[in-house]
Protein backbone atom coordinates (compact mmCIF):
# COMPACT_ATOMS: atom_id res chain seq x y z
CA UNK A 1 0.00 0.00 0.00
CA UNK A 2 1.54 3.64 -0.91
CA UNK A 3 2.12 5.87 2.18
CA UNK A 4 0.57 8.48 0.29
CA UNK A 5 -2.79 8.15 -2.18
CA UNK A 6 -4.06 10.67 -4.03
CA UNK A 7 -7.14 10.39 -6.71
CA UNK A 8 -5.98 10.31 -10.30
CA UNK A 9 -8.12 13.27 -11.29
CA UNK A 10 -10.37 16.08 -9.87
CA UNK A 11 -13.30 18.26 -12.67
CA UNK A 12 -14.31 21.41 -10.99
CA UNK A 13 -16.03 24.43 -12.52
CA UNK A 14 -14.39 28.40 -12.66
CA UNK A 15 -15.49 30.01 -9.01
CA UNK A 16 -16.04 26.81 -7.24
CA UNK A 17 -13.97 25.40 -4.63
CA UNK A 18 -11.59 22.11 -4.78
CA UNK A 19 -10.94 20.11 -2.78
CA UNK A 20 -7.85 17.33 -3.16
CA UNK A 21 -7.24 14.89 -0.98
CA UNK A 22 -4.11 12.77 0.14
CA UNK A 23 -4.90 9.69 2.51
CA UNK A 24 -2.34 8.49 4.42
CA UNK A 25 -1.67 4.74 5.13
CA UNK A 26 -3.43 3.11 7.61
CA UNK A 27 -0.41 2.82 9.94
CA UNK A 28 0.49 6.71 10.02
CA UNK A 29 -1.59 9.09 11.60
CA UNK A 30 -2.42 12.31 9.52
CA UNK A 31 -2.95 13.79 12.79
CA UNK A 32 0.91 14.07 13.78
CA UNK A 33 1.61 14.52 9.98
CA UNK A 34 2.91 17.73 8.06
CA UNK A 35 1.93 17.55 4.79
CA UNK A 36 2.87 19.51 1.81
CA UNK A 37 1.25 20.56 -1.06
CA UNK A 38 3.06 21.14 -4.42
CA UNK A 39 1.68 22.60 -7.98
CA UNK A 40 2.87 21.18 -11.47
CA UNK A 41 2.37 23.04 -14.75
CA UNK A 42 3.52 22.50 -18.26
CA UNK A 43 6.68 24.10 -18.94
CA UNK A 44 7.09 25.63 -15.31
CA UNK A 45 9.34 24.81 -12.43
CA UNK A 46 6.87 22.72 -9.51
CA UNK A 47 5.92 25.47 -7.21
CA UNK A 48 6.20 24.90 -3.36
CA UNK A 49 2.24 26.09 -2.15
CA UNK A 50 1.42 25.16 1.25
CA UNK A 51 2.48 22.82 4.19
CA UNK A 52 -0.12 21.83 6.96
CA UNK A 53 0.03 20.43 10.68
CA UNK A 54 -2.88 22.01 12.15
CA UNK A 55 -4.54 25.31 12.04
CA UNK A 56 -1.87 26.58 14.60
CA UNK A 57 0.79 25.27 12.53
CA UNK A 58 0.70 25.55 8.91
CA UNK A 59 2.62 28.12 6.66
CA UNK A 60 1.63 29.52 3.56
CA UNK A 61 4.30 29.56 0.43
CA UNK A 62 6.31 32.59 -0.89
CA UNK A 63 3.50 34.43 -3.29
CA UNK A 64 1.10 31.37 -2.79
CA UNK A 65 -2.72 32.72 -2.74
CA UNK A 66 -4.83 32.11 -0.03
CA UNK A 67 -7.09 30.49 -2.01
CA UNK A 68 -5.11 28.10 -1.86
CA UNK A 69 -5.44 26.33 1.94
CA UNK A 70 -4.80 23.46 4.02
CA UNK A 71 -6.58 21.10 6.10
CA UNK A 72 -7.53 17.80 7.53
CA UNK A 73 -9.94 15.23 7.73
CA UNK A 74 -9.22 13.11 10.61
CA UNK A 75 -11.87 10.31 9.85
CA UNK A 76 -10.33 9.61 6.78
CA UNK A 77 -6.91 9.97 7.64
CA UNK A 78 -6.29 12.47 4.90
CA UNK A 79 -4.45 15.10 4.31
CA UNK A 80 -6.36 17.91 1.87
CA UNK A 81 -5.64 20.82 -0.16
CA UNK A 82 -8.57 23.15 -0.82
CA UNK A 83 -8.38 26.04 -3.46
CA UNK A 84 -11.38 28.33 -3.56
CA UNK A 85 -12.76 30.54 -6.52
CA UNK A 86 -11.10 28.53 -8.97
CA UNK A 87 -9.38 29.78 -12.31
CA UNK A 88 -8.44 28.74 -15.34
CA UNK A 89 -5.17 29.06 -14.02
CA UNK A 90 -5.34 26.56 -11.00
CA UNK A 91 -5.43 24.17 -13.92
CA UNK A 92 -2.33 21.62 -13.12
CA UNK A 93 -1.21 18.69 -11.41
CA UNK A 94 -0.59 18.52 -7.84
CA UNK A 95 0.87 16.66 -5.53
CA UNK A 96 1.46 15.90 -1.45
CA UNK A 97 4.67 15.03 -0.27
CA UNK A 98 5.79 14.33 3.44
CA UNK A 99 8.78 13.49 5.58
CA UNK A 100 8.60 9.81 6.25
CA UNK A 101 10.80 8.50 8.99
CA UNK A 102 12.14 11.40 9.11
CA UNK A 103 14.78 11.88 6.48
CA UNK A 104 12.95 10.40 4.16
CA UNK A 105 10.61 11.85 1.43
CA UNK A 106 7.69 10.58 -0.30
CA UNK A 107 5.17 11.92 -3.10
CA UNK A 108 1.71 11.17 -3.80
CA UNK A 109 0.78 9.77 -6.71
CA UNK A 110 -0.70 13.38 -7.66
CA UNK A 111 -3.86 14.69 -8.74
CA UNK A 112 -4.42 16.27 -12.21
CA UNK A 113 -6.79 19.40 -11.53
CA UNK A 114 -9.11 20.34 -14.56
CA UNK A 115 -11.07 23.49 -14.22
CA UNK A 116 -14.05 23.68 -17.12
CA UNK B 1 16.63 35.99 -9.39
CA UNK B 2 16.57 32.28 -7.39
CA UNK B 3 17.19 29.86 -9.69
CA UNK B 4 18.28 25.95 -10.12
CA UNK B 5 19.61 24.89 -13.63
CA UNK B 6 20.07 21.08 -14.25
CA UNK B 7 22.29 19.57 -16.48
CA UNK B 8 24.00 16.80 -18.17
CA UNK B 9 21.03 14.05 -19.15
CA UNK B 10 20.10 12.47 -22.25
CA UNK B 11 20.67 9.43 -24.08
CA UNK B 12 22.31 6.21 -22.38
CA UNK B 13 22.66 2.48 -22.98
CA UNK B 14 21.47 0.54 -20.41
CA UNK B 15 24.01 -0.31 -17.85
CA UNK B 16 25.60 3.00 -18.24
CA UNK B 17 26.76 6.05 -16.75
CA UNK B 18 25.82 9.44 -16.66
CA UNK B 19 26.44 12.27 -14.11
CA UNK B 20 23.53 14.86 -13.76
CA UNK B 21 24.73 18.39 -12.37
CA UNK B 22 22.37 21.23 -10.64
CA UNK B 23 23.61 24.88 -10.10
CA UNK B 24 22.34 27.38 -7.79
CA UNK B 25 21.89 30.92 -8.50
CA UNK B 26 20.33 33.62 -6.45
CA UNK B 27 20.49 32.44 -3.01
CA UNK B 28 23.17 30.82 -0.40
CA UNK B 29 23.15 27.90 -1.85
CA UNK B 30 25.53 26.84 1.14
CA UNK B 31 22.81 26.38 3.42
CA UNK B 32 20.26 24.97 1.76
CA UNK B 33 19.54 20.48 1.93
CA UNK B 34 19.50 19.70 -1.50
CA UNK B 35 17.27 16.94 -3.27
CA UNK B 36 16.74 15.26 -6.32
CA UNK B 37 13.23 14.59 -7.43
CA UNK B 38 12.97 12.80 -10.72
CA UNK B 39 9.13 11.87 -12.86
CA UNK B 40 8.77 9.08 -15.84
CA UNK B 41 7.10 9.96 -18.35
CA UNK B 42 3.61 10.78 -17.97
CA UNK B 43 4.43 9.63 -14.32
CA UNK B 44 4.25 11.18 -10.55
CA UNK B 45 7.04 12.45 -8.52
CA UNK B 46 9.24 9.93 -6.93
CA UNK B 47 12.17 11.07 -4.43
CA UNK B 48 15.68 10.30 -4.95
CA UNK B 49 18.35 11.75 -2.51
CA UNK B 50 19.04 14.24 -0.20
CA UNK B 51 22.33 15.69 0.65
CA UNK B 52 22.72 18.22 3.66
CA UNK B 53 23.93 21.61 3.93
CA UNK B 54 27.35 20.43 4.10
CA UNK B 55 27.28 17.26 2.61
CA UNK B 56 27.82 15.55 5.74
CA UNK B 57 24.72 13.57 5.46
CA UNK B 58 23.10 11.91 2.36
CA UNK B 59 20.13 9.68 2.31
CA UNK B 60 18.25 7.97 -1.11
CA UNK B 61 15.34 5.93 -1.70
CA UNK B 62 15.98 2.22 -0.94
CA UNK B 63 15.49 1.00 -4.34
CA UNK B 64 18.07 3.18 -6.11
CA UNK B 65 20.58 2.94 -3.07
CA UNK B 66 23.88 1.39 -4.44
CA UNK B 67 23.13 2.60 -7.92
CA UNK B 68 23.15 6.42 -7.16
CA UNK B 69 25.60 8.84 -5.33
CA UNK B 70 24.66 11.61 -4.37
CA UNK B 71 27.15 14.50 -4.00
CA UNK B 72 27.78 18.38 -4.03
CA UNK B 73 30.26 21.60 -4.23
CA UNK B 74 29.75 24.55 -2.17
CA UNK B 75 32.25 26.51 -3.57
CA UNK B 76 30.67 26.01 -7.23
CA UNK B 77 27.08 26.12 -5.80
CA UNK B 78 26.44 22.71 -7.38
CA UNK B 79 24.61 19.29 -6.52
CA UNK B 80 25.80 16.05 -8.42
CA UNK B 81 24.02 13.10 -8.82
CA UNK B 82 26.13 9.94 -10.48
CA UNK B 83 23.55 7.55 -12.29
CA UNK B 84 25.07 3.92 -12.78
CA UNK B 85 24.16 0.75 -13.75
CA UNK B 86 21.24 2.22 -15.73
CA UNK B 87 18.06 0.77 -16.53
CA UNK B 88 15.37 1.66 -18.64
CA UNK B 89 13.06 2.50 -15.79
CA UNK B 90 15.26 4.78 -15.14
CA UNK B 91 14.22 7.13 -17.39
CA UNK B 92 12.52 10.40 -15.70
CA UNK B 93 13.05 14.10 -15.87
CA UNK B 94 15.55 14.66 -13.11
CA UNK B 95 14.67 17.93 -10.92
CA UNK B 96 17.31 18.95 -8.45
CA UNK B 97 14.91 20.78 -5.48
CA UNK B 98 16.32 22.72 -2.33
CA UNK B 99 15.05 23.97 1.16
CA UNK B 100 16.73 25.40 3.88
CA UNK B 101 15.31 24.24 7.08
CA UNK B 102 15.29 27.67 9.87
CA UNK B 103 13.61 29.38 7.43
CA UNK B 104 11.27 27.46 5.22
CA UNK B 105 10.61 24.45 7.05
CA UNK B 106 11.34 21.17 5.16
CA UNK B 107 9.46 22.19 2.47
CA UNK B 108 11.52 22.09 -1.33
CA UNK B 109 11.04 25.49 -1.87
CA UNK B 110 13.23 25.93 -5.03
CA UNK B 111 13.39 23.61 -7.55
CA UNK B 112 15.31 23.32 -10.91
CA UNK B 113 13.57 22.62 -14.92
CA UNK B 114 14.66 19.58 -14.98
CA UNK B 115 16.81 17.40 -17.41
CA UNK B 116 15.87 13.83 -19.13
CA UNK B 117 17.79 10.68 -19.02
CA UNK B 118 16.95 8.40 -21.09
CA UNK B 119 17.84 4.53 -20.92
CA UNK B 120 17.46 2.70 -24.24
CA UNK B 121 19.90 0.56 -26.56
Known amino acids: QAVLTQPASLSASPGASASLTCTLR?????????IYWYQQKPGSPLQYLLN?????????GSGVPSRFSGSKDASANAGILLISGLQSEDEADYYC??????????FGGGTKLTVL | EVQLVESGGGLVQPGGSLRLSCVGSGFSFSSYWMSWVRQAPGKGLEWVAN????????YYVDSLKGRFTISRDNAKNSLYLQLNSLRAEDTAVYYCAGFWPPVTGYALTIWGQGTMVTVSS
Open chain 2, 51 to 58: IKEDGSDK
Open chain 1, 97 to 106: MMWHKTSYVV
Open chain 1, 52 to 60: YKSDSDKRQ
Open chain 1, 26 to 34: SDIDVDTSR
